[in-house]
């Protein structure tokens, strides 16, 4: 009899011999997917967005020597900060406080210094002039500064059509720049017509 014990109990030696080792092997498994994973993660996670930590805003109803295309210019600088990388960028302009619209510069910087054709630039309301000129400085291709940057130092401008959204002393605009790539608002400027 002690010769049948001892094979009974030799078998059952190896059954937690082996679970033990089907048990680390299932964990080592468990351990390079959940790696993978989080590896593959972090390599799709975007660079973080550009901080600009001071910009300015103005509204001038008439640009200095007046003329036909010079109407309802707004101006913003980029006061300190990063640089922000012109393509990445998309400059929105909530005109709901003057005339209930809401439009969307993109696809920048603007060949030519217009937003023309407006189904290339805009998207929301087309509440900005089209015409020769109507956006300049690091916004668009014409310019002296046209490097594809804008840095701290540099004034992006733009003019509102009036036939499309007429402002009057005392609107209130809101102007943002958005860095697409992160969907972050990096600007956010008030300006009072």
């Not at 805003?57 to 006061?79: L, N």
């Not at 407006?118 to 014409?142: M, Q």
């Amino acid at each position: 009899m002690a010769r049948a014990i001892g094979p009974l109990w030799d078998d059952r030696a190896v059954s937690p011999v082996v679970g033990s080792a089907v048990l680390v092997a299932l964990a080592l498994v468990l351990a390079a997917t959940a790696s993978a994973t989080a590896l593959g993660f972090a390599d799709g996670l975007a660079a973080p967005a550009p901080t600009v930590a001071q910009s300015s805003g103005t509204y001038d109803r008439y640009a200095v020597g007046g003329g036909r295309y010079t109407g309802q210019v707004v101006r913003v600088t980029h006061e300190g900060g990063d640089t922000l990388t012109v393509a990445d960028i998309e400059l929105v302009v909530d005109a709901s406080g003057a005339c209930g619209q809401t439009g969307r510069l993109v696809n920048l910087p603007a060949e030519g210094d217009d937003p023309r054709p407006a189904s290339r630039y805009v998207r929301g309301d087309d509440i900005f002039d089209n015409s020769a000129n109507s956006v300049e400085g690091p916004i668009g291709t014409g310019d002296v500064d046209d490097d594809g940057e804008w840095s701290a130092g540099e004034t992006a401008q733009f003019r509102l059509a009036t036939r499309a959204c007429r402002v009057d002393s005392g609107d209130r605009l809101v102007v943002r720049i958005v860095h697409a790539p992160t969907d972050t608002v990096v600007v956010d400027q008030r300006i009072t017509a």
